[in-house]
């Protein structure tokens, strides 16, 4: 069964708990005497009820306004039809739904939708009169009534259900994260209705335009997410950033909504340009030259309409870009002159330079001073003074005398390290001679000698004379 054709009391069978079957002749009965007899039950029910309104409203299948075919997700309608859509020929009609109503309005899980976009203060205020605005829905409902006892009557009105509109709230929280730039969180109304439209309520539902001015007012004033002035939408960035909107501000959302318009418009026409290039060729295959020529032409002026589009395009992205590097330089040229004024202020705080030299004179004194009473309160108590020029020459002499152990040290690593280099050449001195005897003696009539017995003889002198 598809949601469009099920009725309110089998979707909210399925998808609400407190709906069970075993429990529906009781949230259909008038339970309005088990306030006093049963107050457990009583408030079972009433929490049970403003639930299935709220999921009711959200997932599009309460009645509309009259005025609009599009159903609202953030505003509850109720009159005769919504009464009649929870009618069923097991259960009949809720007979404690205008009690159900009444008690949500005195809780403010719904409120009037006029006194809603009007309010200045937020619903979160305490200024917010409970009882003023179930007297609203006396006046404007024609009920006199309401609050007297019979409250099972349903008012005719529209009314906020303040859960989906926080439910839509905290989405758009979540949506906006990687939103930083100026340019990319400003919007016109419009622009900023056909961005988000489909994204604050689960299962992509569209919000309708009364949702969307809900929706609006809630983030600015309840939530002070953004600055909205009807017209123009800015989300704040947290930052510091001044609230309220500017003429910058406007201008850069009327830029954006007609880049983005005019951007769409280039895909449009591209897709028409294949498309008529298509039928072009189609013709051609079925020889019909005069089908053939027209698409050509069509072509020929969507390409021209097309590459005035993308020039077009290309200029507002270049003032884009000079906007969001203004807008960057003036908070870069605010942060310097905070800071500017921060250090100052710094500054101040110590004196400037004169007054941290004239404390650091002053600090010097006193620790002159203290040197001096130190030395006439040891002298009268008879405590040896320290002489600080004899200290500093005792620890010259003890410098000086780790000094000489080192160089001692030195000096007796350098000789061990020449004996142990003497030992080493008569080592090699010693095997030179036995590999000369294991080769024999060489004639001391002989005239010539050969190159290697004069080598082996001068490295012998060498090694001699070392």
């Known amino acids: 069964m598809s949601q469009k054709s ?29 306030r006093t007899l049963n107050p457990d039950g009583y408030a079972a029910n009433l929490s049970a ?15 509309p306004p009259t005025s609009s075919s599009k159903p609202s997700l953030l505003v509850l309608n109720t009159d005769e039809r919504l009464v009649s859509a929870f009618e069923t020929k097991q259960y009949g009609r809720p007979l404690s739904l205008g009690l159900v109503i009444k008690e949500a309005v005195e809780n403010k899980e719904l409120v009037p939708l006029r006194q809603f976009l009007e309010r200045k203060e937020s619903i979160y205020s305490r200024s917010w009169s409970v009882w003023g605005l179930a007297g609203w829905v006396l006046k404007t409902a024609g009920v006199t009534d ?61 919000l309708s335009d009364t949702d969307m001015d809900v929706l609006l007012v809630f983030l600015a004033r309840d939530k002070q997410m953004i600055d909205y002035d009807g017209k123009t939408v800015k989300i704040r960035d947290g930052e510091g950033e001044p609230e309220g909107l500017t003429d910058e501000d406007a201008s ?137 020029g004899e200290i500093d020459d005792e620890l010259a002499e003890m410098e000086r005398q780790e000094k000489e152990k080192e160089r001692k040290k030195v000096e007796e690593k350098q000789q061990r390290e020449a004996e142990e280099r003497a030992k080493e050449e008569q080592k090699e001195a010693a095997d030179l001679r036995k590999k000369l005897e294991a080769i024999g003696e060489v004639p001391s009539s002989a005239p010539v000698k050969d190159k290697e017995t004069d080598e082996a003889e001068a490295m012998m002198g060498r090694l001699t004379l070392g």
């Open 146 to 206: 309401f609050l007297k006892g019979s409250g099972d009557k349903v008012p005719k009105g529209q009314f906020v259900v303040v859960e989906n509109v926080e439910g839509a709230g905290k989405a758009f929280g979540e949506g906006i994260k990687d939103k930083e730039g100026r340019f990319e969180r400003t919007f016109t109304r419009a622009h900023f209705a056909k961005v988000f439209n489909d994204q604050l309520v689960e299962g992509g539902r569209e």
């Open 252 to 388: 850069i959302a009327q830029l954006k909504e007609l880049l983005a318009s005019l951007t769409h418009q280039t895909l449009l026409l591209s897709k028409r340009v294949e498309e008529l290039g298509a039928q072009a060729k189609e013709a051609v295959t079925k020889q019909n030259r005069v089908a053939a020529l027209a698409a050509l032409k069509s072509k020929k002026l969507a390409e021209q309409t097309l590459e005035k589009r993308y020039a077009t395009v290309n200029q507002l992205e270049q003032v884009q870009t000079q906007l969001e590097q203004a807008s960057d330089n003036v908070q870069i040229v605010k942060v310097m002159e905070s800071s500017s004024d921060a250090l100052k202020s710094l500054t101040a705080k110590v004196g400037g330079v004169e007054g941290v030299e004239e404390v650091v004179d002053r600090l010097r004194e006193q620790m002159a001073d203290a040197d001096e009473v130190g030395k006439i309160l040891a002298e009268a108590s008879g405590t040896t003074v320290l002489d600080e």
């Open 6 to 34: 099920q009725s309110l009391l089998d979707y909210l069978v399925e998808n609400e708990p407190s709906f069970r079957k075993a429990r529906l002749p009781a949230l259909y009965s008038s339970f309005a005497a088990q």
């Open 49 to 63: 009820w403003r639930r299935a309104l709220a999921k009711v409203a959200k997932s599009g299948l309460a009645p």
